[in-house]
């Protein structure tokens, strides 16, 4: 009987020997999708990230077309939200914030 159970586990050892020397099954078209790069998860930020660049650059661009063509959205124009944007970030407090992280 003891036989029979170290036949087994020879048996068993060389079928795992066998699986490592076959292909590799993470590289077959079954698993193309979920690569090691962080699967589905990194992609999705990935493209949140590319959906916000795109947000971002549609945002600019409208602010340059309605700049170059003097209009109005709202009761506001550019130069006033340019004003707004200015006014509301002072660049002496973001470099003391700076030198106060730095020290």
Known sequence: MMSNTV???KRNIDKIKASFSQENPAKSDRFRDFSSD???EAREGRSFFKL??????????AFVFVDQNQ????????????????DSVSVEKVMENVEGLVK
Not at 52 to 61: E, G, Q, R, T, Y
């Open 7 to 9: 036949e087994e586990r």
């Open 71 to 86: 209009l109005k959205i709202g009761e506001y124009s550019t130069r006033e939200v340019f004003s707004v944007i200015r």
């Open 52 to 61: 916000k660049l795109l947000i971002a650059i549609a945002i600019f661009a």
């Open 38 to 40: 962080g699967g589905e």
